[in-house]
């Protein structure tokens, strides 16, 4: 049995801590050791707008995504940004317009799955 257990800091927010718990328990998967994975990897199409500091996610899930997690984290480690979706199949598009968060590192993390996806982003402006 795999599991994948996601640790947070011990100082956070209520707010935070409710979206660290959704996290983990979203991202608490078992596969036994029959079962065989046979979902092909996903082809995500990222693109950071440097000018504008917004970000275009779009990817096609041919096969169905069981468990799906997109988030966007701030410079203090705050959850910006938090979408679950289940038993997600389709066409996928989301933009993020970190704008109004002012400048820093944000990073950009996708969870299906089978794979994680991270990405930093540094907004100057």
Do not use: W
């Not at 996928?92 to 590192?105: E, M």
Request: proline fraction near 2%; charged fraction near 20%.
């Amino acid at each position: 049995m795999k599991k994948l257990l996601i640790i947070y800091p011990k100082k956070t927010s209520l707010r935070k801590s409710l979206a660290c718990c959704a996290a983990m328990l979203f991202c608490s998967i078992n596969l036994s050791a029959q079962q065989k994975v046979t979902q092909p990897q996903i082809a995500y199409n990222i693109i950071v707008d440097s000018v504008n500091n917004k970000i275009d996610i779009n990817f096609d899930a041919e096969t169905m995504i069981h468990n799906l997690l997109v988030t966007v984290s701030g410079p203090n480690s705050q959850t910006l940004f938090l979408d679950n979706q289940y038993n997600f199949q389709g066409l996928y598009h989301h933009q993020i317009d970190l704008n109004k968060y002012g400048k820093g590192t944000y990073y950009l993390n996708i969870i299906n799955d089978e794979e994680r996806i991270n990405k930093k982003i540094i907004v100057k402006k």
